[in-house]
């Protein structure tokens, strides 16, 4: 079964500052999707970014990208320039391939924190 | 417009009540979800619709009730909850939930409380 880990339950961050969200994940497939979403304290979850495994390229959303790392299973969120409105729980999520198991396999989250 | 309504944003009820969530989306999805989050957790998935049609169930008890009367509406309908359902219900649509556009799509939640 396909695992999602986060592995920093609470991260801060400066306003303007850079901060990473580590995420890795276990799976036996070759082509899959992974996604970020972030959810406020207004709890809406929004999609922040994703990134489809088969492109070699790192996704990349305005102050948003990631690192993503195939091999390692890894995918990591970059925030660049944070904001005092990037605080959030934000959540790593994976999905199979097409075809196949159409769930979202979430990360326990990481809350961040972005002090002024 | 990727936008996913929901109504109420609050529900207190009792056991004994019966209520109903309305879920709501208008950009042609064809999937529609429901999700259970506790405090602090990732969403836990419940039900999904494909074509109005229920594809999953993920062994919800039966209290828990969906609907899908079109495209565009979903229901969850609540009869005899315990207090430990008192959760964040959210709403989560898709264009399909097996194609290409595997985007899902949040509404803001329904907070209820079972009391």
């Known amino acids: 079964a396909q695992t999602v880990t986060q592995s920093q339950p609470e991260m801060s961050v400066q306003e303007a500052e850079t901060v990473t969200l580590s995420c890795t994940y276990d799976?036996?497939?070759?082509?899959?999707?992974l996604f970020w979403y972030k959810q406020p304290p207004s709890r809406q979850m929004i999609l922040v970014i994703r990134?489809?495994?088969?492109?070699?390229q790192n996704a990349t959303e305005n102050r948003f990208s990631v690192n993503f790392q195939k091999a390692a299973k890894s995918f990591s969120l970059k925030i660049s320039d944070s904001q005092l409105g990037d605080a959030a729980m934000y959540f790593c999520?994976?999905?199979?391939?097409?075809?196949?198991?159409?769930?979202?396999?979430f990360g326990k989250g990481t809350l961040l924190t972005v002090n002024p | 417009d990727t936008e996913v309504t929901q109504t109420p944003k609050h529900l207190v009820m009792g056991m004994t009540n019966k209520k109903s969530l309305k879920c709501e989306q208008h950009?042609?999805?064809?999937?529609m979800y429901w999700y259970k989050q506790k405090a602090k957790k990732p969403p836990e998935l419940m039900f999904v619709?494909?074509?109005?049609?229920?594809?999953i169930n993920e062994s919800v008890p039966s209290r828990f009730s969906p609907e899908c009367p079109n495209s565009s509406l979903l229901n969850l309908h609540l009869h005899a909850l315990q207090p430990e359902d008192s959760a964040l219900y959210l709403c989560?649509?898709?264009?399909?939930?097996?194609?290409?556009?595997?985007?899902?799509?949040f509404g803001p939640g329904t907070r209820l409380t079972v009391t």
């Open positions: 989560a649509s898709s264009l399909e939930d097996r194609g290409p556009s595997y985007e899902q799509y």
């Open positions: 799976t036996s497939e070759s082509d899959y999707y």
């Open positions: 990134q489809e495994a088969y492109k070699q």
């Open positions: 999520a994976y999905r199979g391939p097409l075809g196949s198991n159409y769930k979202l396999t």
């Open positions: 950009m042609g999805h064809r999937a």
């Open positions: 619709y494909s074509y109005e049609k229920l594809s």
